[in-house]
């Protein structure tokens, strides 16, 4: 985190969001995730001033992962969910994850991706978060990534207003935050870093060397971010 705030500071960024840990891995059992998610909560304990954190859960163990929401967010300290690559994000298994969400107002942050490789066994795509979205229009989502292939990922998701895309991942792509804006709007964009696995500088980027006006550059880089955590901040009694 003292690495991570100092690079940070050297490019402007006032806030970030962490998860997942120091070691984490594709698929954790409820004592890996619970393990991550104390890593957080003890990173967060010295620097809770510059960053939030989301709790890590496997939808393969939905009462494991239900019990590690309660107890890292309506008990806790963190602010949202991280779901990853455990399992298709479309599946049954993640209703009652989402319902309970909801219920805390905590926003959901779902990797996204389209390998022409071909993905993961459990990665979703942007096509299967619409799905999901569909069944729960009373909850926040995250589309991490864009989806990779944001031509695709934005417009699967189009049509949802409960969803925002997020940008970071990749490397910077002309065009990228153009079509997003464009597609859906400036207010459901926001600025990611993917800090640890890509830079602030890169990331930024694809912002700040963006065609659109000054105003939809603050929208994502702050103001969107700042509404869609509002909610849950605001019951926790936390100052943005």
């Known amino acids: 985190m003292a690495r ?38 003890q990173a967060l304990s ?26 890292c967010v309506s008990d806790g300290p963190l602010v949202g969910v991280k779901l990853w690559v455990a399992k298709h994000c479309n599946a049954p298994e993640l209703d009652a994850i989402v319902a ?9 942050l779902q990797h996204t991706w389209l390998k022409i490789t071909g993905n993961l066994p459990g990665e979703s795509t942007p096509m299967e978060l ?7 229009p009373e909850a926040t989502f995250i589309c991490g990534h864009t ?21 970071g991942g990749g490397d910077p792509t002309a065009g990228l935050t153009e079509m997003a804006v464009r597609e859906l709007g400036a207010e459901r964009v926001l600025y990611g870093s993917d800090i640890g696995g890509r830079s602030f500088a890169s990331q930024l980027a694809k912002v ?7 105003e939809d550059k603050q929208r994502i880089l702050a103001d969107n971010f700042k509404r869609v955590l509002a909610p849950i901040l605001g019951a926790k009694g936390i100052t943005p």
């Not at 309970?100 to 959901?108: G, M, Q, S, T």
Request: net charge negative.
């Open 208 to 214: 700040l060397g963006a065609r659109i006006s000054d």
């Open 130 to 136: 619409a799905a999901l979205v569909e069944r729960h």
């Open 46 to 71: 010295h620097w809770h001033h510059r960053a939030f954190g989301f709790v890590y859960l496997n939808p393969q163990y939905v009462k494991e992962s239900l019990q590690e929401l309660d107890r």
């Open 147 to 167: 989806g990779g292939d944001w031509e695709q990922g934005i417009r699967a998701i189009r049509p949802y207003r409960n969803i925002y895309t997020d940008l």
């Open 100 to 108: 309970r969400a909801a219920e805390l107002r905590a926003p959901i």
């Open 4 to 41: 991570l705030v100092e690079y940070a500071d050297r490019m402007g960024v006032a806030r970030f969001c962490v998860f997942m840990g120091m070691d984490w891995n594709y698929e954790p059992t409820p004592e890996k995730f619970r393990q991550e998610n104390d890593e957080v909560m």
